[in-house]
């Protein structure tokens, strides 16, 4: 019996900007006995079934993205003769569906670090149940992945997550809901030992794959004090200082590393956790703008944004400190009106913004958009090949509508055009040129070029409400860019590295926590 760890992808590029990180965390938490598990990461090549056999165990991680791929995948393994499992954040949301469409013995609802075990134990056993519920484990619980298991020479990041959860309640956002208000940060040793790994095997990249990686603001802080709330200011305090020292200890990894993570504009407002973040060479972070207008930040429930000038003042406050932003901004929102598009890439560029990305506004399962939008179909929801557009993820990609609210005073294939117009000329040859300039060197300069235009193949036009040509199109070209950006972003391994402060051999703190996080 051999375990199975799929992540499926209608579009394989051969080469991947950063790893799914639960691929590698499901094959740590996949006991030694049971030996490697085979990874497939179908953004780098598609799953080959005739290396299913019977009586294995098939693990499929899904995201409403890729959920319809995941699911043909699932009927493959399990005509095969295998046993297949779900889990990830669209299996959480509708476990249902991979039984009816995916060929699902079993669902792993929530995090799969500490269930997966008994999923393998008890298929071996013959009792297998329906639904198991991973729930969402402490900090403290979460494994360290098994980096030695992912193919160094085709990943141009590795993701290595630090905190678990968002207190904010965006409403286009499930993060909140599936991973909880409360955050679950991990010890800062155990994460400098992982990403210790990761530099001996070659990674310099790192993308800080949290949700937020600002969980406590100033603001959060004051508030407490304000209300006498001894014991929260406490328990703010101590996590904000737990930031810190996390920070400082990224600072001592090797200079030639480089960081990036995902955080919220407040983190504007605190400059010395901006000017710690340089220390710590976290170069750049995805900061969600979404809406440059107020109303527009209301009716997503992201109040504590800035809009207009104080707008470009917040961003431009972490390019002073060190820290590149890319800016993330969604449109199709109900307040948006034609003029604007104009607005935005003005305020990217009066911002000094060095990336950004333009979504089309889709309502994700679980979002607080959903529901309203699901709601306010009352009953009259229109189908596409037999399929509810409520679960358009279930709509194959060629018929899938764009976009699926409909907006007062604009038509979805107008937002669409409009938004690709954003695209085309924030990234325009001679807009990105201009932002090279942050790059001292005219190699680095050339890089940033090769960069810029990748990450716009990537992911302006092959995301979910991508229409299924511009997709190929984009995954043609994409392709083609991305082998030599990765070499941009290959570091020579370091076996000899050892974790700063701490006397170690390679390789024997982590093996030991990898092993203790499967006993
Ligand atoms: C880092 C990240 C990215 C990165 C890296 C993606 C990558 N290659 O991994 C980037 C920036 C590229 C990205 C892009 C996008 N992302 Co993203 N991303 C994340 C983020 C913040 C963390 C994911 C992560 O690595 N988590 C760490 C791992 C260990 O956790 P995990 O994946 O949840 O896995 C655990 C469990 O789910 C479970 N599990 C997972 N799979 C399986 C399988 C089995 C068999 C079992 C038993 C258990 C199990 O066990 C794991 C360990 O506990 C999540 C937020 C989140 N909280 O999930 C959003 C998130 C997954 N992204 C989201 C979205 C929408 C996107 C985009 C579509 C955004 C866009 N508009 O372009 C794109 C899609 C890209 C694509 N085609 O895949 C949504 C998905 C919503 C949904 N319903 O599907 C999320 C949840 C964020 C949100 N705001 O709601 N993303
Ligand atoms: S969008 Fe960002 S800030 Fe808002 S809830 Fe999601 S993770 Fe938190």
């Known amino acids: 019996m051999r375990v199975h760890l799929i992540n499926p992808s209608d579009s394989s590029f051969g080469i991947g900007v950063i790893t799914p990180r639960w ?21 780098l090549e598609q799953t080959q079934p005739d290396r299913i056999q019977l009586g294995d165990i098939v693990g499929i991680g899904i995201h409403t993205g890729n959920a319809l791929r995941g699911m043909h995948i699932g009927r ?11 889990g990830g954040i669209h299996a959480t949301l509708y476990p249902e569906e991979a039984f009816e469409l995916g060929g699902a013995h079993a669902v792993v609802k929530g995090d799969g670090d500490v269930v997966w075990a008994q999923v393998i134990a008890d298929v071996v056993r ?22 030695e298991l992912a193919p160094r ?22 993060v909140w809901r599936t991973d909880g208000q409360k955050p679950r940060p991990r010890a800062s040793d155990i994460v400098i ?29 004051e508030l407490a004090e304000k209300q006498d709330n001894a014991a929260r200011v406490r328990e703010l305090r101590e996590m904000r200082s737990e930031r810190f020292q996390l920070m400082e200890k990224l600072a001592k990894l090797p200079a030639d590393m480089v960081f990036f993570t995902q955080i919220t504009m407040e983190a504007g407002e605190d400059t010395q956790f901006l000017d710690a973040m340089r220390r710590a060479r976290i170069k750049g972070a995805l900061v969600g703008v979404e809406s440059v207008t107020e109303e527009g930040l209301k009716s997503v429930f992201k109040n504590f944004n800035s809009a207009g000038d104080s707008l470009a003042k917040r961003l431009s406050t972490f390019k002073e400190h060190g820290v590149h932003v890319l800016g993330s901004f969604i449109f199709g929102l109900p307040t948006d009106r034609q003029d604007t598009f104009a607005a935005t890439v003005a305020l990217a560029k009066q911002a000094g913004l060095t990336f950004a990305q333009f979504v089309m506004m889709t309502p994700f399962p679980g979002t607080v958009d959903f529901d309203r939008w699901e709601k306010n179909m009352n009953g009259s929801v229109p189908h596409v090949d037999g399929v509810p557009i409520t679960r358009y993820w279930l709509i194959p990609a060629n018929v899938r509508p ?21 695209w085309d000329t924030f990234y325009s040859m001679r807009e990105v040129w201009r932002r090279s300039k942050c790059v001292p060197t005219l190699r680095g300069r050339l890089a940033f070029l090769f960069i810029s235009k990748l990450y716009r193949q990537m992911y302006a036009k092959t995301g979910i409400s991508s229409d299924s040509a511009r997709r190929q199109k ?30 170690t051999s390679p390789g024997s703190e982590i093996a030991e926590s990898t092993v203790a996080g499967q006993a």
């Open 23 to 43: 691929l590698y965390v499901l094959a740590a938490a996949t006991p030694l006995e049971y030996g490697d598990p085979l990874v497939t990461d179908e953004t």
């Open 193 to 221: 030992e992982e990403i210790v790994q990761l530099r001996r095997l070659g990674f310099r990249f790192i993308a800080l794959a949290d949700d937020n990686f600002y969980p406590v603001t100033l603001t959060d802080i």
């Open 402 to 422: 764009k976009m699926f609210s409909p907006h007062e005073t604009m038509t979805t294939d107008e937002i669409s055009e409009r938004t690709q117009g954003v």
């Open 126 to 147: 013959g009792t297998i149940q329906r639904t198991y519920e991973g729930g969402r484990i402490s900090g403290d619980q979460f494994l360290p992945a098994r980096w």
């Open 153 to 174: 020479n085709r990943y141009m990041w590795a993701s290595v997550q630090t905190v678990r959860g968002c207190p904010k309640h965006c409403s286009f956002c499930s």
């Open 76 to 86: 493959i393994a399990r005509e095969r003769g295998a046993w297949v499992v779900y």
């Open 474 to 503: 984009a995954t043609r070209v994409a392709r083609w860019l991305a082998v030599p950006c990765r070499k941009l972003f290959e570091g020579k391994p370091m076996p000899e590295l050892e974790v700063p402060g701490l006397r």
